[in-house]
């Protein structure tokens, strides 16, 4: 996984790069660069994200986005698991195999 500043917007993140994609948006990521989500070789990719929130509310942000799509369920699980809340499900016409969710987490709700 690696985040982003999300554009136009010093306090807020978008996490990319799940492990289970397997369409566009793993190519995304791979295309926009972004900064690794760090994580021990025995944490899972939940423990690791649930990290990263914890740091992201200490450094003052409020926000922190991701866009899946249908074919990521179990990055849907693990973003519904940690609280994010998510979209209905949205068609597009490029790759219209698949639906996308735009999730997002108020980081207020963490303690600091």
């Not at 690696?2 to 996490?15: E, G, H, L, N, R």
């Not at 021990?40 to 991701?66: I, K, M």
Request: hydrophobic content about 35%; glycine content about 8%.
């Amino acid at each position: 996984m690696k985040y982003t500043d999300f554009p136009a917007c010093c306090t807020a993140s978008v996490v990319l790069g799940f492990s289970d994609i397997t369409g566009g948006a793993h190519l995304a990521g791979n295309r926009y660069g972004g900064t690794s989500i760090p994580q021990d070789l025995d944490q899972s990719n939940e423990d690791a994200l649930r990290s990263f929130l914890r740091w992201q509310r200490r450094e003052g942000h409020a926000l922190v986005t991701a866009i899946t799509n249908s074919d990521q369920v179990e990055a849907g699980r693990m973003l519904s698991k940690l609280g994010f809340r998510c979209s209905r499900a949205l068609t597009k016409k490029h790759h219209p195999e698949t639906t996308i969710r735009l999730w997002w987490f108020a980081l207020d709700s963490l303690p600091t």
